[in-house]
C-alpha cells in the first residue's frame, strides 16, 4: 500500500534557528497537504499544494512540492516557540478524492 | 460553535468492555472519517462515510463497527476491547480540507 515517509522524525532546536521536514511519498500523489498538531491538540491544516514543483509561503513557513510529485518539504525560518508541534505532511493519490494517507510526522521542539 | 465535535474527550475501561464514541460535525459536510492515532504519533484511517455510505474501510479488526445515522454524525462502536485499543481516535469531516475533532483518549486497562 501506499506509505509516506517523513525525516527527521524529531528535531529539538534553539528559538532563530531554522527547521526542515521532509515527506516522501511511495506514490505519486495528485496533491499533498500538510498538517500542525500541537501537544495536545488535532490536526490542522496548514496548506494544500497540487502543481509539480509549486513553491508557497505563509509567513515564516515554505512547503514545496517535488517535481515528480513524490515528495514534499517544510522549511521553518527562525523558529520561535510557539512553533512547537507534530507536522504531518498527507498525500493523495490519483483516484482516491476522499483519501488521505497521512506522513510519520516530524516532532518540533523549540526552546529559548 | 465547535464545527467537529466527539464525546468523550477521555474513555478508561477494562479489557473486554464495549464503548462508543460519538462524532458530530455542523459544517455540512458529506464525508466524515475516524482516524486512529498510537503512541508514536502515527495518524492512521480507519474508516470513512460519505452521505451515510461506507467508501472507505481499512484493514480494522471487525470488532470495530462504525455507525452513520446521518451525514452530520459519525460514531464508532468497540466491542471486546483489548490493550492495543489504547490511543487517541479522531474523528474528521472533508470540506475543502480535512477538519478533524478534538480527539477521544481511550484508554484499556
Known amino acids: 500500500g501506499q506509505q509516506v515517509m517523513q525525516i527527521p522524525q524529531y528535531q529539538h532546536v534553539q528559538e532563530g534557528e531554522d527547521f526542515t521536514t521532509y515527506c516522501n511519498s511511495s506514490?505519486?500523489?495528485?496533491?499533498i497537504q500538510w498538517y500542525k498538531q500541537r501537544p495536545g491538540g488535532h490536526p490542522v491544516f496548514l496548506i494544500q499544494?497540487?502543481?509539480?514543483?509549486e513553491v508557497k509561503k505563509q509567513k515564516r513557513l515554505t512547503f514545496q512540492f517535488g517535481e515528480a510529485k513524490k515528495n514534499s518539504s517544510l522549511h521553518i525560518t527562525a523558529t520561535q516557540t510557539t512553533d512547537v508541534g507534530t507536522y504531518f505532511c498527507a498525500g493523495q493519490k490519483a483516484g482516491t478524492a476522499s483519501k488521505l494517507t497521512f506522513g510519520t510526522g516530524t516532532r518540533l521542539q523549540v526552546t529559548l | 460553535d465547535t464545527a467537529v465535535s466527539q464525546t468523550p474527550k477521555y474513555l478508561v475501561t477494562q479489557m473486554g468492555n464495549d464503548k462508543s464514541i460519538k462524532c458530530e460535525q455542523n459544517?455540512?459536510?458529506?464525508?466524515m472519517y475516524w482516524y486512529k492515532q498510537d503512541s508514536k504519533k502515527f495518524l492512521k484511517i480507519m474508516f470513512s462515510?460519505?452521505?451515510?455510505?461506507?467508501?472507505i474501510n481499512e484493514t480494522v479488526p471487525n470488532r470495530f463497527s462504525p455507525k452513520s445515522p446521518d451525514k452530520a454524525h459519525l460514531n464508532l462502536h468497540i466491542n471486546s476491547l483489548e490493550l492495543g485499543d489504547s490511543a487517541v481516535y479522531f474523528c474528521a469531516s472533508l470540506g475543502e480540507t480535512q477538519y478533524f475533532g478534538p480527539g477521544t483518549r481511550l484508554t484499556v486497562l
Open positions: 462515510y460519505n452521505n451515510k455510505e461506507l467508501i
Open positions: 499544494l497540487v502543481k509539480s514543483g
Open positions: 506514490t505519486t500523489l495528485s496533491n
Open positions: 459544517l455540512g459536510h458529506d464525508t
